[in-house]
């Protein structure tokens, strides 16, 4: 069984600072997609992650995948108020399945 | 159009009412999909539609019924829910299988009593 496994859980960080969101799973997959969740709201898809070594940017997020870790990040720099949110990471296994990580709440403070 | 639509936003129904979600998306998607989100948790995947055939059932209880009408729709159909039914439920859909980008609707939140 697929174990998608996210942290921080929760993450609380000051506005202009920088950090990284871990996603691990437990078994060989190439495919791995982040979203967002704002509260009582759908999920938005940020990036989507093919293959060993991809990096993807968009504006202040950055995420990379290393299959051969199993293991995917999501930096955050220089954080601002919207960026507040849950984040997901996902990874596809069996075709046609997605397994969706913890989640990571983050609550950026001004 | 990069949108899914889901009918109502909110349903509220006792443990002995039917009713039904609806689903609808017009990307010429070929794959759509129905999960069930708690509170404070990530999704979870309950049935996927591949080319309007259902192709993956997660064991859903059979209280849960979905439905492909065609291409653009997707319903679930819901009768004798439990209390702890009560959830978000999403919709999504996909250009051909899950190794495309999944969009999501906005869901449908559920409250059994």
């Known amino acids: 069984e697929l174990k998608v496994e996210q942290n921080p859980l929760f993450l609380s960080m000051q506005e202009g600072k920088n950090y990284t969101i871990y996603c691990n799973y437990s078994?060989?997959?190439?495919?791995l997609y982040w979203y967002r969740q704002d509260p009582g709201k759908s999920l938005e898809s940020l990036f989507v992650l093919l293959s060993n070594g991809a990096v993807k940017q968009e504006g202040r997020l950055m995420a990379s995948l290393d299959t051969k870790a199993r293991l995917s990040t999501l930096h955050i720099t220089a954080a601002v108020h919207d960026l507040s949110a849950t984040y997901f990471c996902a990874v596809e296994y069996g075709n046609e399945k997605l397994t969706f990580g913890t989640g990571t709440r983050l609550t950026i403070i001004p | 159009d990069t949108e899914v639509t889901q009918t109502p936003k909110h349903l509220v129904m006792g443990m002995t009412n039917k009713k039904s979600l609806k689903c609808e998306q017009h990307m010429g998607h070929r794959a759509m999909y129905w999960y069930k989100q708690k509170a404070k948790k990530p999704p979870e995947l309950m049935f996927v539609?591949?080319?309007?055939?259902?192709?993956i059932n997660e064991s859903v209880p059979s209280r849960f019924s979905p439905e492909c009408p065609n291409s653009s729709l997707l319903n679930l159909h819901l009768h004798a829910l439990q209390p702890e039914d009560s959830a978000l439920y999403l919709c999504?859909?996909?250009?051909?299988?899950?190794?495309?980008?999944?969009?999501f609707g906005p869901g449908t939140r559920l409250l059994v009593l």
């Open positions: 999504a859909s996909s250009q051909a299988s899950v190794q495309e980008t999944q969009y």
């Open positions: 078994t060989t997959s190439d495919r």
């Open positions: 539609y591949s080319y309007e055939k259902l192709s």
